[in-house]
């Protein structure tokens, strides 16, 4: 049965090979794999510190205005899992309105830094109670990679 991709027989590419011969690649992959090997180790010891520590993380997507959270996240504000996220009014109607404008300076501080940005805030849970929830705010190292790099550019 002729391939759907025929290709062209190329003499001298591999000694010996004839038209109906079969010619494979081989590629020393050992490192990629180790790699990865040591990326899965690394992430399931980060896995087993958040779970420990129960630490709850979240992403802002600056993008969309939308916050991704982990389960302890959810856990921690007493809300069911959304997989799409909440929009930043959303999370903004759980912080306590004496704390809102304290939460949007520290948003806008750390916008504006690539250092971390600490602060504390009363969020209410869906059972009306509030919990005192410390976070730690620090822009994304994408972000601050391409925010380096159009400095550097606008400097030269």
């Known amino acids: 049965m002729p391939s ?7 003499v001298g590419i591999v000694p010996g090979a ?7 690649i081989m590629v020393d ?7 990865a090997q040591a990326f899965n180790e690394t992430s399931e010891q980060l896995r087993l510190a958040v779970d420990l520590g129960n ?9 969309t205005n939308r916050f991704h ?8 504000l007493d ?4 997989p799409e ?7 903004r109607s759980m912080i306590h309105p004496d704390d809102v404008a304290r939460v949007i300076a520290s948003a806008t501080t750390a916008l504006g830094s690539d250092r ?25 190292a994408m972000r601050r990679a391409s925010r380096s790099n159009s400095s550097a550019s606008r400097s030269t």
């Open 4 to 10: 759907e991709f025929p290709v062209a027989p190329t």
């Open 29 to 35: 992959d050992t490192e990629t794999y180790e790699l």
């Open 79 to 82: 809300i069911p899992r959304r």
């Open 55 to 63: 630490i709850a993380i979240w992403r802002q997507d600056l993008r």
């Open 116 to 140: 971390p940005v600490d602060m504390e805030a009363r969020y209410r849970r869906s059972d009306g109670s509030w919990r005192y929830v410390l976070t730690r705010r620090v822009l994304g």
């Open 85 to 91: 996220g909440l929009a930043l009014e959303e999370v």
């Open 69 to 76: 959270y982990n389960y302890r996240a959810y856990q921690v």
């Open 18 to 24: 004839t038209v109906g011969d079969m010619v494979g």
